[in-house]
């Protein structure tokens, strides 16, 4: 078998927002994929980056009071650091923003140019009238013109996978405002891609590089008519870079986004004195991508056309997946189904996610769904009470000793194993993974019935037959070291602990054809355990919203409310004794004039950023609306009463002309006002759903 050159993409996250467990369907597919191309011997290197340009992003900065460059520089953090939790192995781990990326934007633009495929055009955008700023495809909401599915965003539908602009949305809402969008003019760049009609209808259909259902999907919807051309351009303000030869004009986030695959590679060449050239534009090189299948127009018409203009490597293959679904369901935080990586990781051991994910992913684009049920029997059934059990009965047995100096007769079962090699690597090479696990979960059945039948435990009371259990547990671990060989792929943690266990790490597919003999087997650490159904709970009542606050203080006033006028029934004063009564503060005993009153600017403000403050136990930090582009950072001391996911989009009334005050946290801008002793005890004030950010209160 020769080696194969193989570089290997996922989809760019975007750097406004944290990984959750839907992302790490296409993360971890990908890993296991590079994982096993590694596996068998093969030069693959596995690139990815942050998508980092557009609009959420230059607003979220703006409402931070910090640079784009900073906000980003986090979220890669976070990023990377989520990533690594679930033992995803980039070559290299770029961003869009970086000089790389720009110089490759330059080169494929000038590409373009050179042929003749840019046009200029007016056209019909949607304006945020409230944040003053063009909306992107993704900070659109509406219903789908083609299918009537409502909330789906202004690039296509998820539902009917059908393309479309934003301004064909019924009742299109903008997601950073909740406005109302207006079209608008502006003066916007086309790239033209009819004239590749030929090329990417053969590409598409005879190439093999797509799945014959994508393949059908794309000759149905947009190959059987004229190619539209595509918007790469957005006008200032935006975050991104400028255009060289249309000042006032930026790259779309579209346009560079996928450019960022080969910048990535470009910092990976110039760590490793590599040339880009020999990744990119050498057709012995094999590019491999991995998506969801909500940006497949993207990938497989868009993309290619301009790697092809541009004189790139076309994709050999792209690996196109379905969504998520959590029992049975779409993602959500009210179900407490919408769960970070962050907050899977301080649950729930990876390896779980990484073999469930696996037994679950075919070669079609069908939806994955995490049933939590059959999570936790599925992991409790075959990793642990078939396969590590396996190491579980016989390394025990062996502690200190060594494995047979030849291997013992095993009526053919390691031969069994070995020969299975080929078409479990099939199955991973399709990314056939479900298949795959099933052939190896069918191998740790038969090992396991070895052992049964065996009882090493049993034969081991007779001191005459030492030498007859060193025998069978060096069987018993031998099939589990070639199990584990064939799972590494997906459970890389315990490849390592295997080696570890045996003195011999797992570094090659080929290990899985040669038994280990006279080895010593080193005392048995724990490898894997049942999932605690306790642990799963918690996870979920992690992810759920808290209760919200109006409802709580609607009971709380009702409840006081029908405790006074009982009390006056009775002929009784209601008196605060106690945390259930509503306890009367006494009034301000000095008047003060309307001139007095109206010295306070109090405004209507939406809350469209809140989060924890490191170090505070009380503040949480909230970045407020006051209509347009003005904004306030206030500190507010309400973090015991509600959580800062359940003040996002929130109407409150802000004391927005109060003398900012420094803080060690930061600058404070401002007042949310609020009723309550404190603690959790705190209300806040909310203005009718009528009423809009910026109006003043009277």
């Given at each position: ?176 405002s909740g406005a109302t969008p207006v079209p608008r ?110 940006i497949t127009y993207f990938h497989t018409l868009f ?84 396969v590590v059990n396996i190491a579980s009965r016989c ?304």
């Amino acid at each position: 078998m020769s080696e194969r050159r193989i570089l290997v993409t996922s989809a760019l996250p975007y750097a406004n927002g944290h990984i959750h467990i839907g992302h790490l369907v296409e993360y971890i597919q990908t890993d296991i994929w590079v994982r096993f191309q590694k596996l068998r011997g093969h030069r693959c290197v596995f690139m990815c980056a942050d998508d980092t340009h557009g609009t959420a992003i230059m607003i979220r900065a703006r409402q931070e009071g910090r640079t784009e460059e900073a906000v980003i520089a986090d979220m890669r953090e976070a990023h990377v650091r989520d990533f690594s939790g679930f033992d995803i192995a980039f070559d290299n781990y770029g961003s869009t923003n970086s000089e790389e990326n720009r110089e490759l934007c330059h080169e494929i633009w000038g590409a373009l140019r050179k042929a003749d495929v840019v046009v200029e055009r007016t056209s019909e955008r949607l304006y945020d009238p409230e944040f003053q700023t063009f909306l992107a495809d993704r900070f659109v909401k509406g219903t789908c013109p083609k299918c009537g599915t409502a909330d789906q965003h202004g690039d296509g539908c998820e539902v009917c996978l059908t393309q479309y602009a934003p301004t064909d949305l019924i009742n299109p809402k903008s997601t950073l405002s909740g406005a109302t969008p207006v079209p608008r003019e502006s003066t916007q760049l086309f790239v033209q891609i009819e004239g590749l009609h030929e090329f990417l209808d053969q590409w598409t259909q005879t190439s093999g590089a797509l799945q014959s259902e994508t393949a059908n999907y794309l000759k149905n919807h947009f190959l059987n008519e004229p190619l539209r051309d595509w918007d790469v351009s957005r006008p200032a303000k935006y975050f991104g870079f400028e255009i060289p030869d249309s000042p006032g004009n930026f790259w779309y986030v579209w346009f560079d986004a996928p450019i960022g695959y080969i910048a990535s590679t470009a910092e990976w060449c110039q760590k490793n004195g590599e040339k880009l050239d020999d990744w990119w534009k050498n057709p012995a090189t094999e590019v491999h991508h991995f998506i969801g299948k909500d940006i497949t127009y993207f990938h497989t018409l868009f993309w290619p056309a301009m790697l092809k203009t541009a004189g790139f490597n076309l994709p050999k293959k792209v690996h196109i997946h379905g969504f998520l679904t959590v029992d049975g369901k779409k993602m959500s935080k009210r179900d407490g189904t919408f769960i970070s990586a962050a907050t899977y990781l301080k649950h729930l051991d990876p390896s779980y996610l990484r073999y469930y994910y696996a037994s679950k992913q075919g070669t079609r684009l069908d939806d994955l769904d995490l049933n939590l049920d059959d999570f936790q029997k599925k992991i409790d059934s075959d990793l642990v009470g078939k396969v590590v059990n396996i190491a579980s009965r016989c390394a025990k047995l062996l502690a200190g000793q060594t494995l047979a100096p030849t291997y013992p007769d095993d009526g053919g079962l390691f031969a069994q194993g070995a020969a299975a090699s080929e078409r479990i690597a099939e199955l991973y090479e399709a990314c056939d993974y479900n298949a795959a696990m099933r052939e190896i979960v069918e191998l740790a059945n038969r090992a396991n019935e070895y052992i049964d039948r065996t009882q090493p435990w049993m034969v081991r009371k007779d001191p005459a037959r030492q030498e007859e259990v060193r025998a069978i547990c060096s069987i018993g671990l031998n099939l589990f070291r070639q199990i584990v060989v064939y799972l590494a792929p997906v459970l890389p943690r315990l490849a390592q602990q295997t080696g570890e266990l045996l003195g011999t790490p797992v570094t090659t597919w080929a290990d899985a054809q040669t038994p280990l003999v006279d080895k010593t087997v080193h005392e048995y650490q724990h490898m894997m355990k049942r999932v605690e159904p306790k642990k799963v709970s918690a996870m979920v009542d992690e992810s759920k919203p808290a209760e919200p606050q109006v409802q709580k203080m609607a009971v709380a006033v009702e409840s006081a409310e029908q405790q006074a006028a009982e009390a006056v029934r009775e002929g009784e004063a209601l008196v605060a004794d106690s945390g259930d009564q509503l306890a009367a503060e006494p009034l301000v005993a000095d008047h003060c004039s309307i001139d007095d009153l109206m010295k306070a600017d109090l405004r209507v403000a939406r809350v469209i950023e809140a989060k924890h403050v490191e170090g505070a136990d009380k503040l949480l930090q909230l970045t407020l609306s006051l209509g347009g582009d003005v904004t306030r950072n206030v500190f507010a001391g309400i973090k015991k009463a509600y959580k800062p996911e359940d003040m996002i989009g929130q109407l409150v009334i802000c004391c927005a002309n109060l003398k900012p005050r420094q803080m060690k946290f930061g600058l404070s801008e401002g007042m949310v006002l609020a009723v309550g002793p404190g603690g959790s005890d705190v209300f806040l004030l909310r203005a009718d759903s009528g009423a809009k950010p910026g109006m003043r209160v009277h």
